[in-house]
Each structure stands twice: as C-alpha cells, then as structure tokens.
C-alpha cells in the first residue's frame, strides 16, 4: 500500500483530442423523459417555453455544452414510426409505448420538434433508427426528409411542415440492442442486417455521415468481434456499447438510501468500465489499426429501483453523490482511451435513470451527475495527457477497487486540466502529481463532494451538493500535492 497514490503526467505527449462527442446526453420516449421533461406543449402558459420546450432546460444543457443528444431510443427506437410524428399535431396517430409502461402517446414530440430542439441547444442531433419494425425505406425516407436539400418526396413533405432547409443529421444509429429488445438477433444476423441498411444510405448527396452498429452489452465480445470481421471498414463508422452500473440487476436497491456495501459494489461496475473498454478496443484494434471505427459507448450511468410511487416503467431514480462517483471513474475511462472511444451518452438527460436534470412541474433541479458533467466540459476537443497512475486500494471486506482514477488534458490556449476521483467512502487521498515537460505557474480548483455519499439535490434544497472552491491543493515546481477527501471529485486547472 502507498501512502500515497502517485499521478505522473508527460505535459509534452499531447496527441489526441478528447472527442466533444463523448459528453454526449440520451433522450428516450420513457417515462418523464420527453413528454413532462423536455416537451411541456405549445400551450402551456405556466412553464417558460420555445415551441413547448422547456426553457430551463434548454439553459441548463447550453451551460453543459451537450455535443450531442440521442434520440427517440433506446428500446423505444426499434418500434418508433417516424412519419406518425411530423405533420400537423392533431392529426398524429398514437403510439403505445410498449417498452416502457404502456403508455399513449400522441406523437406530439416527433422528428421536426426533436431537431429544432436541437438547434436550440447547439448540439449535434443523433437519430437511433428502427431497424426491430421499421425497414430500410422508412430509414432511407427518414434521411431524405431530414438531410435532403433539392426537390423529393420526402423534402417536400419536410417544407410542407414548414422547414425548407434539411437539419443535416450526421449520426445514424442502426438500431438498438439488437441483441435484446431491438429484435433478439444473433450478432452474425445483425451484422448482415447492419449491411443491408447502411448500402443504402450514403446517399444524402454529400455522404458526411457517421453509422453507428447497434453493439454489445458489456463484456459480449463476440459480439463486437463479429460485426469488426462481418462488416467492411468503409461501412462501419461506430461501434455501440451499453453498460450500466448496478448493485444487483435482480435486486437493484433505492437510489438514495443505500449501504456501503451496495455502494461498493455500484462502484465495482463503473470500474469495470476500464477493463470493458480496453478489451473491445482490443478486438477492433486487430481489424482496424488505423483506428477508424469508434468505440461509441451510447448507453451508460447508475440503474436503480423506481422513486416510491412512481411509475415502475418510467425508471425515474434520484441522483446522489455515488452517480458523481460513477460520472466521474467513467469520463476519465472515456478521456484516457480517447483513441478509440469517440463518443458516449449518459443515460438519461432529463428524469430518467442517471438524469442531470429532474423536473417536478414548473420546478426543476440539476443533479450531482450535472455538475460532473459541467466540470469536466474543460476537457472537450482538449488534447489528452496521457498518464500513469499508482493508487491505493479502496477496501471494503474482501473486495478491493483503484481508489483515485485521473484523466488531463491540454486545451488550445495551452491551459491544462486535471480531473481526479477519490471513490473511498472513508479515507482521504494525498496523491501527488507529477508533471513532466511543462511549466505551470498557477493552480485553481473546484470540489464536488457532500457530507454523505447518499447526499443528493431535491426540489426542497436544490443546491445541497454543488461544486465550490478547491484550496487543497499546492504547486510546487513540476510537483502538485492534493487532498482528496472521501468520495471526492476535483478538478484542477494549470496555467
Ligand atoms: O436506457 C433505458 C434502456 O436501457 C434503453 O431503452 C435500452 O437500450 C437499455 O436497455
């Protein structure tokens, strides 16, 4: 055991660029996600809105500077019909949301309000399509009315909805868990699916487009191994992978009342992230040495039981400091293989699962996974500094987990930013860091940490955990020395 943990950073190895797109955000039609969430209706007179969007909302994520949002799924995808939701509102069919609770919905959130919407945040839009129900005209007709400038059928329909430009959406999910709720395929039948699709959709005239294959889950990696052998480079752009961090999938236990124990074991999972993302990257390294397919990790965050009261398929769960925790472990694992992972999707971005975002009416509050995510913005499209970390172990009965992870990076006016993770329960963490190559003259920081790791922000106190001045911290020539105190995230700032 040290007694301290050791960061060592080469100032002068910067190569990669952090892909913005790894911040990304996940919006499904679930629960309160987009109906009660983003989407309050055109005629709601009490809650600020821009053609029904909330207002709020769309200041908070702006501040995030969200790259991308995922959208209509999720399992939701693969039964979505995306002409039911353009044209006039009152004249949308319905659709049961058999994924999740079974509700109807009226399709008054469809393809014009999602992409304008996004043009509202500034982020990239990134359509996951329907492959489960839907076939490959539906999505071939979906990117004419979406990206199609000149004259067609599907762009008039676009300008008789009254937009005449194309959105020129560039990420394209081919379907979704495919393997499981997107229709059970074995992954050699998928693959060959995943051709299919993608022959035919290189054609919105510009071909500046990103496909992404619907991926594993977790550690299945003959899954990603087969779709790297069974589909040619030059169609392939992404490689999805979903994991979530749990207690017990059977037995998930409640958000925010929980033992240290089943902490431990939610932070087990997020660490597993590491050994997740360096095995897939493994496979797709053997077929692709150039690197030209990207790791896109669209489904991660904490999973737990339903809020008491609500809807159990609307997976709404509070957001406490061990969701920190997990945002925290799970960006520096992205950061760190920015090489192969070019994008990632919290999920949920608004009152579902790991939201950043709860609502209650005209209430809103931004969770602790919020302000991880804000804090580590700094590092969007900066360049990695690569580094090699020697940590303590987090102890809890037999079990044993790296107690501080650490990613940095180096922006473009050459200021370079440190974000470090203490995920002990118990004990403060001096780690000491050494950076090599480079002088820097000042160090700032900000912390994000509570009393209890169970703290979490609610509509009564919604400022309880929020990130504030971090002075534990000297600069000593090219020798930084930080205390990180239990269930801690800070990140610095080196100038
Ligand atoms: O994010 C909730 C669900 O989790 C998604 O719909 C699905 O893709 C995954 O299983």
């Known amino acids: 055991v040290f007694a301290q943990n050791i960061i060592t950073i080469d100032a002068t190895a910067a190569k990669t660029t952090i892909n913005k797109n790894i911040y990304g955000h996940f919006a499904e039609h679930l629960g309160r996600c987009i109906y009660d969430g983003f989407y309050v209706g055109e005629a709601n007179k009490t809650i600020p809105n821009t053609d029904g969007v909330r207002n709020d909302i769309i200041a908070a ?26 044209g006039p509102k009152d004249k949308r069919p319905s659709i049961v949301n058999t994924n999740w609770g079974y509700v109807t919905e009226d399709n008054s959130f469809g393809t ?27 999505m071939l007709d979906w990117m004419q009315y979406t990206n199609f400038d000149s004259k067609s059928p599907m762009s008039d329909m676009r300008r008789q909805n009254g937009r005449d430009k194309p959105w020129n959406v560039k990420y394209w999910g081919i379907g979704n868990e495919t393997y499981g709720c997107g229709g059970h395929m074995t992954a050699e039948y998928y693959a060959g699916m995943y051709r299919q699709y993608v022959s035919f959709m290189r054609n919105d005239g510009k071909n500046n487009l990103s496909f992404v294959a619907a991926g594993a889950k977790n550690d299945d990696y003959h899954w990603t191994e087969t779709l790297m052998k069974g589909v040619p480079l030059y169609m392939l752009d992404g490689i999805a992978m979903h994991h979530y961090s749990y207690v017990d999938w059977e037995k998930k236990g409640s958000a925010s009342v929980f033992n ?56 709404y769960q509070q957001n406490t400091m061990r969701d920190a925790m997990i945002a925290g472990v799970t960006l520096n694992v992205f950061n760190n293989h920015a090489d192969r992972v070019r994008m990632a999707n919290l999920a949920q971005c608004v009152n579902v699962l790991q939201a950043v975002i709860l609502t209650d009416k005209e209430k809103m509050i931004l969770t602790p996974s919020y302000h991880v995510m804000e ?61 090599k190559g480079r002088k820097f003259s000042t160090v700032t920081g900000r912390i994000l940490t509570s009393k209890r790791v169970q703290d979490c922000n609610s509509f009564e106190e919604p400022d309880k955990v929020q990130p504030v001045i971090f002075k534990d911290v000297s600069l000593n020539g090219s020798m930084l020395t930080v205390s990180l105190p239990p269930f801690s995230l800070v990140v610095l700032e080196l100038k």
């Open 61 to 86: 994520l702006k501040k995030l500077k969200i790259p991308n949002l995922r959208w209509p799924g999720g399992c939701f995808a693969d039964t979505y019909h995306w002409k039911d939701g353009v």
């Open 112 to 138: 014009n309000d999602f992409l304008n919407m996004c043009e509202l945040l500034g982020t990239e839009p990134y359509l996951s399509g329907n492959v489960g129900t839907g076939t490959v005209q539906e």
């Open 260 to 315: 240290e124990t089943q902490y431990f074991k939610t932070m087990k999972q997020a660490v597993w992230m590491e050994e997740l993302v360096a095995r897939h990257s493994a496979i797709m390294n053997k077929y692709d040495p150039k690197k030209k397919v990207g790791l896109v990790v669209d489904e991660w965050g904490g999973w737990y039981d339903v809020e008491p009261n609500t809807n159990p398929g609307f997976l």
């Open 375 to 435: 804090m580590y913005n700094v590092h969007q499209n900066a360049k990695l500094l690569p580094l090699t970390i020697q940590t303590n172990k987090y102890v809890l009965g037999d079990g044993k987990l790296p107690a501080v992870s650490a990613s940095a990076s180096i922006d473009a006016n050459l200021a370079a930013h440190i974000s470090l993770v203490n995920i002990d329960a118990k004990k403060t963490q001096k780690t000491t860091v050494n950076l």
